[in-house]
């Protein structure tokens, strides 16, 4: 009976790899291959399955807040020609109204996590393409989305230029949560005004106020969401080995 080797194979390397000819070391690493490009495939839609989710909730929150204000409107103007603006429509407003600000200050603040859970998933994408670079570098010319984790690769895939309205600078102007926001503060706004009424001061003085609420509101509001952003882009300030995907 032949002695019992007691060598130890080298550390990676499977016992059915010894002595293995070239044609099946490249027909084992070609299958590494495949495998590695299927996680990955899988994991890139995964991703792209949850910005989709995302975007759905944020559109759901956004229409949820718009109908609801929608409906508060309406029912203002119900109580207002029923009572001709006296004290049961101040009543009824300050009731509503608040409830009306409280949605739209939570769709605001979710409507700015979404957007960072967004731009965690096309960082994860760029990664992926980049992994996708890293077993066939030939597909590189195909992809008009970026392949590192770099702020510039990231805006390349959202598709943003780096002038005009489409820039930092303007661009957090026409998003959905400013829109959210604006919207806030015209309600946070005719709260102020209202609540000034009650109080028997001038329609002036109540106009007044409403405008130093809504300008009040809006600062707040845009203070937070440039706070939020600014947290998101904090990982784009890390040294470059820790952030972006070696390429080899």
């Known amino acids: 009976m032949p002695a019992m080797s007691h060598e130890r194979l080298p550390h990676g390397v499977p016992p059915a790899s010894v002595g293995a000819g070239p044609e099946d070391a490249g027909a084992d690493t070609a299958a590494r291959r495949a495998l590695r490009m299927q996680v990955l495939a899988t994991e890139h839609w995964s991703l792209l399955a949850t910005r989709s989710l995302s975007w759905n909730?944020?559109?759901?929150?956004?229409?949820?807040?718009?109908?609801?204000?929608?409906?508060?409107?309406v029912a203002l103007a119900l109580v207002a020609q029923a009572t001709q603006f006296g004290e049961g429509f101040m009543v009824f407003a300050l009731l509503?109204?608040?409830?009306?600000?409280f949605v739209g200050l939570a769709t605001y603040v979710r409507l700015l996590e979404i957007n960072n859970e967004d731009y965690v998933w096309v960082r994860g994408?760029?990664?992926?393409?980049?992994?996708?670079?890293?077993?066939?570098?030939?597909?590189?010319?195909?992809?008009?989305?970026?392949?590192?984790?770099d702020a510039v690769d990231i805006f390349r895939s959202y598709g943003s230029m780096d002038t005009g309205f489409d820039s930092g600078r303007f661009h957090g102007f026409v998003t959905t949560p400013s829109t959210i926001g604006f919207v806030d503060a015209m309600v946070a706004a005719v709260l102020a005004a209202i609540v000034v009424v009650q109080l028997n001061m001038a329609m002036v003085s109540a106009a007044l106020v409403g405008v130093v609420a809504f300008v009040i509101t809006g600062v707040i509001l845009?203070?937070?969401?440039?706070?939020?952003?600014?947290?998101?882009?904090?990982?784009?300030?890390?040294?470059?080995?820790r952030r972006t995907h070696s390429q080899g």
């Open 96 to 101: 509503t109204l608040p409830v009306v600000l």
């Open 222 to 241: 845009g203070w937070i969401g440039y706070r939020n952003q600014r947290m998101a882009s904090l990982y784009d300030e890390l040294p470059h080995d």
């Open 125 to 149: 994408m760029n990664r992926l393409r980049g992994a996708y670079l890293e077993l066939d570098p030939d597909v590189g010319r195909y992809f008009i989305t970026g392949t590192t984790e």
């Open 57 to 73: 909730e944020a559109f759901a929150r956004s229409s949820m807040f718009l109908s609801l204000l929608s409906g508060a409107i």
